[in-house]
């Protein structure tokens, strides 16, 4: 299942342990939307993808697309509230989140949510998490990413505001907070392009998918 995956050159260790939240970056994206950065939160992000590979239950799937059932370009696995997560780690990034943007959030993230992007043909398309209560209110959805870096693609639904392309791997984070998944898209795209193998993990609050 897993494909080569290159090493990066700035996190040797195989400790795998997450950094302070205090130096996030935010960008304001407009109609309320903003993403917070904090580029290599989690250092011995290698180690973490390769145990990610092995221990968690990944599943293929196959969706409905007019006319034809086709396969989902991703592998993919889910834990809910009362699930334990892959490794402990992953608690403590869920909880630290939680800590973090207690005040502006208002609620805990709760569920988790893995992708894993084998190359460049696997991919998500253009989307915002509008099932359950992101169709309707603020929320956040954050995004931890293990293995090679891949583009992720943000782009208004109206206006005129200027795409955001950020590569994410080797234990990057990003936060989608306010409006975001009402107001913006986001996406993965194919590429052919030769590139490693990704893990996303995604974090989310109740009742947001």
Known sequence: MAAHLQRSLFDQTDEIRLGPLDAVHR?????????????????????????????????????????????????????????PLPHPVLHQGRDAL?????????????TAGLCYYRDGRDSVAWHGDTIGRGSREDTMVAILSVGAPRELALRPR?????????????????????????TWEH??????????????IQFRPRGVR
Do not use: N
């Open 27 to 83: 960008t304001v994206l407009g109609d309320g939307a903003w993403i917070d950065t904090l580029p290599g939160w989690l250092t011995g992000a290698d180690a973490l993808f390769d145990e990610l590979v092995g221990r968690v239950p990944w599943r293929a799937e196959r969706r409905q697309m007019y006319e034809r059932v086709v396969d989902v370009p991703r592998l993919l696995a889910h834990y809910g509230e009362d699930d």
């Open 187 to 200: 996406a993965v795209l194919k590429t052919a392009r030769p590139v490693g193998p990704r893990i996303s």
């Open 98 to 110: 939680s800590r973090h943007y207690a005040q502006e959030l208002g609620e805990p993230f709760r």
């Open 158 to 182: 109206r206006g005129t505001a200027a795409p955001v392309r950020k590569a994410l791997g080797h234990g990057d984070l990003i936060v989608m907070g306010g409006t975001c998944q009402r």
